[in-house]
């Protein structure tokens, strides 16, 4: 989302400075075009040095430091200013935004900028409590700006407040967002896509589950590039997968469970996709207590799950409902079946017995099977990759293309 974007940063004085240096790293790993303007104030906590070096290019300080004839520096680099980026947001700085103030390169800049702004305060606890400060920031959000609220915790005073400059890895975050807002023409703009993840555990007593081999990452790599083809997304997961971001991530652990939070979602879906491994059956009985070794051997009795992609396969009206069929053989003829048994409009099968496909891996090889057009064989490639592919397919046949 980053990829090749040109993004200027915009430090500003306080003690979070320092943050910003991290935040710049984070931008250029994430493939963005980075320049950095500074106040004269921000200066005083980092050099600028450090910035020219991570970005690889001068620091903008003065408006009137006119290096290149031909340009007009503050209107030049607010030009080329794809997102900008306040990082971290002074209350001074603030004020200057949200009054049109212009009085240096920061807020020149700033001022003549058309590209979506993403504020980030960072400030003592009662500066960011002032009524001014709100007024001017509830003024901000108003023009359009995207505004993050400071983390609470130890602030530079020594006591614990509201005001430190949020973890660097979320300011990249809610920038790609607002990149993806800004983006016009995305396919899934306006579409609703839930995703299920994770192999589903059933208890047996309170320490001891019945599982299998899912990782989720299919599931979630599913759910990401829906997020980024501009879908709202809700991931339902029985994975401990690290939370993806921009969308709404719903826990669950057992099939019951995940058949419940997928239910109410079920009906505002556009699409779903069952990525999940969900257990066949379940215990009968679970224990409320550890269940003790005896001398003999231990029974437990399973009863069936629901089938919860067949069920909404009887449902559905106009969702478009998307399966997986793990198989070790009789690939096509058992993913075939599924299709027709569970009424879904595809089925992407993969040989989980192959090394580079299935459970746990990064990269996965899969075959499309859709109802009345010939299967679509995806080649080893990262599981991210899969998932667009999917999805794409799955926007051709909605889109009748
Ligand atoms: N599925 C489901 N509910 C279940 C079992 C599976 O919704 N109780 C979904 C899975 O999420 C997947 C598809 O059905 O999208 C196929 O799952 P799979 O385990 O391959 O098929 P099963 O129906 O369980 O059949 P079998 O175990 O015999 O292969």
Redesign the pocket.
């Known amino acids: 989302m980053l990829e090749n974007k040109n993004v200027t940063v915009f430090v500003t004085g306080g003690i979070a400075v320092y943050k910003a240096c991290d935040l710049i790293r984070r931008l250029i790993k994430a493939g963005a075009n980075v320049r950095v303007a500074m106040t004269k104030s921000a200066t005083q906590f980092v050099q600028p040095l450090t910035f020219q070096v991570l970005a690889k290019h001068p620091v903008y300080l003065d408006t009137f430091d006119e290096k290149e004839a031909q340009y007009v520096a503050h209107i030049h680099l607010a030009d080329w200013t794809e997102l900008a980026i306040v990082a971290p947001a002074t209350a001074n700085t603030i004020a200057k935004m949200a009054t049109g103030i212009a009085d240096d390169m920061v807020s020149t800049t700033l001022l003549a900028t058309t590209a979506p702004r993403l504020i980030v305060p960072a400030m003592n606890e009662h500066m960011w409590e002032n009524p001014a400060t709100k007024a001017n920031l509830q003024k901000l959000k108003e023009y359009g700006y995207t505004v993050m609220d400071p983390d609470t915790g130890f602030l530079a005073e020594g006591y614990e407040g509201k005001g430190r400059l949020p973890e660097p890895s979320r300011i990249v975050e809610e920038a790609m967002l607002l990149l993806l807002q800004h983006t016009a023409e995305l396919p899934l703009r306006g579409t609703r896509v839930v995703v299920?993840a994770g192999g589903t555990k059933e208890r047996i007593d309170p320490v001891r589950y019945l599982t299998n081999q899912s990782s989720g990452k299919m599931g979630y790599r599913i759910a990401e590039a829906a997020r980024d083809l501009g879908a709202t997304v809700t991931l339902v997961t029985a994975s401990n997968l690290e939370r993806p971001f921009g969308m709404d991530v719903v826990g669950v652990s057992s099939?019951l469970e995940m058949q419940e939070a997928l239910m109410s979602k079920f009906e505002t879906a556009d699409i779903v996709v069952?990525?999940?491994?969900?257990?066949?059956f379940r215990p009968v009985n679970q224990s409320d207590h550890k269940i003790k070794k005896t001398a003999g051997n231990l029974e437990i009795e399973l009863e069936k799950?629901?089938?919860?992609?067949?069920g909404m396969g009887q449902m559905k009206k106009n969702q478009f409902l998307i399966?997986?069929?793990?198989?070790t053989d009789h690939l096509e003829e058992?993913a075939q079946d599924?299709l027709k048994r569970?009424n879904a409009d595809m089925i992407v099968a993969n040989d989980v017995s192959k090394p580079q496909a299935g459970f746990d891996k990064d990269t996965n090889e899969v075959i499309i099977f859709q109802p009345n057009k010939e299967p679509i064989h995806i080649d080893t490639k990262l599981k991210s990759e899969v998932a667009k592919d999917i999805l794409q397919e799955a926007i051709k046949t909605i889109t009748n293309l």
């Open positions: 299920s099939a069952m990525a999940a491994a969900v257990s066949d799950n629901p089938d919860i992609l067949a399966g997986f069929a793990a198989e058992y599924k569970k």
